[in-house]
Structures are given as structure tokens and as C-alpha cells.
């Protein structure tokens, strides 16, 4: 069985700041880990993905993810924040027990504020 | 590389009717399409997996006759809500993958309110 915790529902930072989404993980198997982002009324786009090869993972507009598997953890970071990183979060979970299928964290929404 | 289109959009349409909502991959052939919906402020819940060629693999609660799912080529699944109601009203998103243990591709939604 797998399953997916996003620990904050709500962050809010200062534009410029250092972003951190936490997420905790369940998996029976080597898990691939995964970080999307979703703007109100869109679809989702992948930030990161980690899958079982370096544990610091790099994606896209500056994000980057640790895999912690002593910590069953794989927060998202970012150095310094901008408007346009205000939006809604999902760390999602996927191994082969579950078909590959992926299963989403409730989502942490972020704001930026100036 | 790896666009998926989601149509239509946006949708508003009076109780009972039934609605189709077109998902394509653009630039890649996608042997497993995926239908998830989205209540507001909640994360996103899979309804069915589909196969091209195979009838559709439904998650536990998701009523088959209610969501019918067609994936009937390589760049293309359909879902149909039949006689929708209120209730039905929702964002539905489809992903997209060359295969099931492949990355997923997202459409980008479609609002759907039933009047």
C-alpha cells in the first residue's frame, strides 16, 4: 500500500524567501515520487520527479526535491520565491503495487505575497 | 514535447443531458489515458484508467454507466457523463502516458456545471 502526506495545507511566504512544501511518504515498494503544480483552472504541470536515481532531484523555475528514504520524505524547495510560484502543490506517490497509478497528497497552496 | 489537449474547457449544460469531453496527446502516442475529477479546494481523485483498445478500468464508487470512457485510438479518449445532474458538476482533468509506468501528462481541465 502507498499514500501520500502534505503536512501544511497553507504556506505563506514573502516574495524572496525560501519556499519549503513538506511532504511524507508510504510505500511497500521503491517508490517514484513526483511534485506537480496546479494554477487555479489548469491542469497539472510536473515540477520534479524522482525515480529511484540521484536523491536531490532539480526541476523546473528553480524547484528541487530531496528523496529521504530514512525519513520517508521528499520536500520541495526553493530558494527564493516570486509572484508567479503562487499556486497549488501535490507531491504524488507511484510504485508498481499500485499499477503504477498515482496517488496525490491533499495539495499545500502557496501564497507569495510582495 | 508531451502536450495533451483537454476539450472543451469549460462547460455548462442543463440536468439530464450528457457531455463529452475529448483528451489528446498531440505529439506522442499514448497507450494509457487517465480520467481524475477534482472537487474544489480537493485533490485530485482517479476515476479510470483506459487502455487503447481495452474498455476502461474504473476505480471503486466510480459508476461505469454514469462516466463512459472511450479510448478508441493512440491520441485520443473521450469521457462521456450520461444524464448528468448537479452532483455531477466538477473539474475533470485527463493525463496521458506512453505507458502505464511512464510519466503522466496532464490536460488542463474541464470545468464542468450542471444547471
Known amino acids: 500500500a502507498q499514500s501520500v502526506t502534505q503536512l501544511d495545507s497553507h504556506v505563506s511566504v514573502s516574495e524572496g524567501t525560501p519556499v519549503l512544501l513538506r511532504c511524507n511518504y508510504s510505500?511497500?515498494?521503491?517508490?517514484?515520487l513526483f511534485w506537480y503544480v496546479q494554477h487555479p483552472n489548469k491542469g497539472l504541470q510536473l515540477l520534479l520527479k524522482y525515480t529511484s536515481a540521484a536523491t536531490l532531484v532539480k526541476g523546473i523555475n528553480g524547484f528541487e526535491a530531496e528523496f529521504k528514504k530514512s525519513e520517508t520524505s521528499f520536500h520541495l524547495t526553493k530558494p527564493s520565491a516570486h509572484m508567479s510560484d503562487a499556486a497549488e502543490y501535490f507531491c504524488?506517490?507511484?510504485?508498481?503495487?499500485?499499477?503504477?497509478?498515482?496517488?496525490f497528497g491533499k495539495g499545500t497552496s502557496l501564497l507569495v505575497t510582495p | 514535447g508531451a502536450v495533451v489537449s483537454q476539450h472543451p474547457s469549460w462547460v455548462i449544460c442543463k440536468s439530464g443531458t450528457s457531455v463529452k469531453i475529448e483528451c489528446r496527446s498531440l505529439?506522442?502516442?499514448?497507450?494509457?489515458m487517465f480520467w481524475y475529477r477534482q472537487f474544489p479546494k480537493q485533490s485530485l481523485m482517479l476515476m479510470a484508467t483506459s487502455n487503447e483498445g481495452s474498455k476502461a478500468t474504473y476505480e471503486q464508487g466510480v459508476e461505469k454507466d454514469k462516466f463512459l470512457i472511450n479510448h478508441a485510438s493512440l491520441t485520443l479518449s473521450t469521457l462521456t457523463v450520461t444524464s448528468a445532474h448537479p452532483e455531477d458538476s466538477s473539474f475533470y482533468i485527463c493525463?496521458?502516458?506512453?505507458?502505464?509506468?511512464?510519466?503522466?501528462?496532464f490536460g488542463d481541465g474541464t470545468r464542468l456545471s450542471i444547471l
Open positions: 505529439d506522442f502516442q499514448a497507450t494509457t
Open positions: 493525463s496521458a502516458s506512453k505507458d502505464s509506468n511512464q510519466p503522466q501528462h
Open positions: 510505500s511497500s515498494y521503491s517508490p517514484s
Open positions: 504524488v506517490v507511484s510504485d508498481e503495487d499500485s499499477g503504477y497509478a498515482l496517488n
